[in-house]
């Protein structure tokens, strides 16, 4: 499948750029920061919004992790 791989590779370049992995907590400034800088990857890599989200979520750990799984 064509697709698959090119969200593979896509993945592996967006991992290359070391994205923060974001485990949710209760700090709004914490969140925004995250998102800052996963945006600063994407503006870079022309993603669709479906390949940012399968991007972004993966990097989620613990409690946001747990939050995604649930929403």
């Known amino acids: 499948n064509q ?3 090119n969200d593979e590779r896509r993945l592996d370049r967006f991992m290359k750029q070391e ?3 974001f485990d949710g907590g209760h ?3 914490d969140a925004y920061k995250w998102l800052q800088e996963i945006e600063r990857i994407f503006r870079v ?3 669709t919004d479906a390949q940012k989200v399968m991007m972004a979520t993966h990097r989620l750990t ?3 992790d747990f939050w995604w799984g649930n929403t």
């Open 27 to 29: 700090n709004p400034d």
């Open 19 to 21: 994205p923060p992995k």
């Open 45 to 47: 890599m022309e993603a």
């Open 3 to 5: 697709q698959g791989g």
């Open 62 to 64: 613990d409690e946001a």
